[in-house]
Each structure stands twice: as C-alpha cells, then as structure tokens.
C-alpha cells in the first residue's frame, strides 16, 4: 500500500525570519492523521533567513538528524560542539537524558535550507552524542547512500533505532530500486524533482507512506534527489 502525501498538504508556519514546512504534526500544526510513522516522527523543511536562527533549546530522548540542501548552518550545543556546516555534510544529535543546542544561518546574505528530521530512540536516558559527517554526491548517484543506521553500516551516521536512512541522486529517465523485508514499512520523501512510484506522480517536497509492499521501483522524469526510510 502505497499513500501519497502532498508537499502543500503539509503544514505550514512563515516566521518571517524561517519559513517551514512539517510532514507530521509539530509545533501549532496538529493532524491526528499526521503525527508519524512508526518511529519516524519528524520531517520539517525549513527555510531560515540570514544571520538568524534557532536560540539554546532543549530535547530530550529523540534521534536528531539535519540533512542540509544549501547555506552555512552554525550549531552549538551544551557538549561542547561548536561547528559550521554545509551540505553534503550531515549532522546527526543523540538528545538521550537531555541535550541544549542552538542553530543559526551563519552567513549574512545567504539563506540556509534543510531538513531535520526526529527518530523516535529504542533506547532512553543515554548519554547525549553528537556526529557529523561528509556524504559525497559522488556516493548518492544512481545508487543509495546508507546516511543513518543503528550500526553505522557503511560509514553512516549512528543512530539508536532500527531504521535506515538512505539518499539517492537519480538522473532523468533514471530507475531506483530498494527491497523492503517482511514487516517494515517506508518512508520516502522527494527532496527535488520529479518521479513515478507505483503509479504515483511525485515533485519537490512530496511523500509517500509505504506499508505492505515487498519492492518498491522509482522512476525519475527529471533530475531528482531523494531520502527513503527503511523502518520498523
């Protein structure tokens, strides 16, 4: 079973100085149809002015992974981690008994895109981790890079849950294919482009919630950047 969800189906909050875009219910926008799947319990798209940003906050037990698209992102937290990032570099925080952290668009002109995204943990109260790597796109074209897993396969971010996140760069006319074992479920989420799966028509910022399926095909009709969730 394969559910379309549609980038302006999503909800929507404009700040001023950061527009965002959330998959599932967050902050002011509650859906009860909405409000994960499985562990995954966060995608927000956000868009962040320059020089500003988000303040010291805190979070407990939750798998913190930010996937960056463009712009330089400032992060800083009460472990001591004090970095400038950009894309392809990913970031991934493990709050477990309670982490303070702040995010800000370290340029003065330009503005800062990315996704952030929040696994629920199989495990609570651990020590807090931080990790940040490089993800080439050379290991994202036409194959799938493994970007978080619960062993690091691969060289991938380490995160405490059974699930893999996997990034793909698929050029037109392109296929992608991923097998799903019995019991897991998908999430698939379009960061740019244009593809076809099962049937479906999805652009920029649309999803797709993936249950009972055993092999799932992607057929891109244009130059298209993609995240897949392989889940419990």
Known sequence: MITLRKADERGHADHGWLRSWHSFSFADYHDPAHMGWGPLRVINEDIVAPGTGFGMHGHRDMEIVTYLLSGPLRHQD??????????????????????????????????????????EPTVRGIEPEYEQKTFADAAKRGAWCAIASPDGRDGSLTIHQDALLLAQKVGAGGTAKHALAEGRRA????????????????????????????????????????????LP
């Open 78 to 119: 009460s472990m001591d981690n004090g970095e400038t990032f950009r894309a392809p570099e990913v970031q991934r925080m493990s709050a477990g008994r309670g982490v303070m952290h702040s995010e800000f668009n370290a340029s003065a002109d330009e503005p800062v895109h990315l996704l952030q995204i929040w696994i």
């Open 187 to 230: 999430y698939l989420h379009v960061v740019r482009g244009e593809i076809a799966l099962g049937g479906l028509a999805l652009t920029t910022g649309d999803a797709a919630r993936i249950a009972d399926e055993t092999a799932l095909e992607i057929s891109a009709r244009a130059e298209s950047e993609l995240l897949l969730f392989d």
